[in-house]
């Protein structure tokens, strides 16, 4: 059973971009969170989903981030005009079930130019 | 979910017990304390989670006090993979959407 995967591992992108990350859950997962990790700092919360639902997003920034979860395909955070600050390690976890433990992607590590 | 506390590192040699503790003083009755633990420039990864029992499994042990206000993660054994950082994280079982994660402790394992 494959682990959850991540693409990019690694993007670039100038100030003004837009950065797309997937996400594709383990087999059987149909809850998928996003976390960020700032350089130098913890891992923060951002945004839950269930299939085609957002279910918690009080974590992710109110402009220029969204997150979609479709009903086929990879989760996909979406962050328009990318500023530096937005440089970091973005994480990805799934689970089966809401209360049971999350699965860990690689990791998407976004440098902003 | 509050916070829980934890050193900011530890050291230990490889192949001897290493005792990660953990302190969540205002635990409340349906919280369950996680593990999890981060390889350099990997996502985290879990390792063990109980309520009020210790728990074993392949990777760890977790010893859970009777006032259930600390906890000790055990690797029995420390190998130079286990070198991570390691974050104990208090989590609801009935809305348990998030993961909040601390600073957690910086395990350095000599050879």
């Known amino acids: 059973n494959a682990g959850v995967m991540q693409n990019p591992r690694h993007l670039v992108r100038r100030r003004g971009q837009e950065a797309r990350l997937r996400c594709s859950p383990m087999k059987g997962h149909s809850h998928v969170y996003w976390y960020r990790q700032l350089p130098e700092e913890g891992l923060k919360f951002m945004v839950y989903l269930q299939k085609e639902n957002i279910i918690d997003e009080s974590g992710m920034p109110k402009e220029r981030f969204s997150a979609e979860f479709p009903k086929e395909g990879p989760s996909i955070l979406r962050i328009q005009q990318v500023v530096r600050g937005d440089s970091a390690a973005y994480f990805c976890?799934?689970?089966?079930?809401?209360?049971?433990?999350?699965?860990f992607g690689p990791g998407t590590r976004l440098t902003v130019l | 979910d509050a916070k829980t506390t934890q050193p900011n590192s530890m050291e230990s040699n490889e192949e001897e017990p290493v005792h990660l503790p953990c302190n969540h003083s205002?635990?409340?009755?349906?919280?369950?304390i996680h593990w999890y633990r981060q390889l350099p420039s990997q996502g985290p990864e879990y390792v063990i989670h109980?309520?009020?029992s210790n728990v074993n499994n392949r990777m760890a042990s977790l010893a859970i006090a009777e006032d259930r206000k600390s906890s000790t993660l055990i690797l029995h054994r420390a190998t130079l993979r286990d070198a991570a950082v390691y974050y104990c994280i208090r989590r609801k079982e009935t809305s348990g959407s998030r993961l909040t994660f601390g600073e957690g402790t910086q395990l350095t394992v000599n050879p």
């Open positions: 205002t635990i409340s009755g349906t919280d369950y």
């Open positions: 976890a799934s689970s089966p079930y809401i209360t049971d433990t999350q699965y």
């Open positions: 109980g309520l009020t």
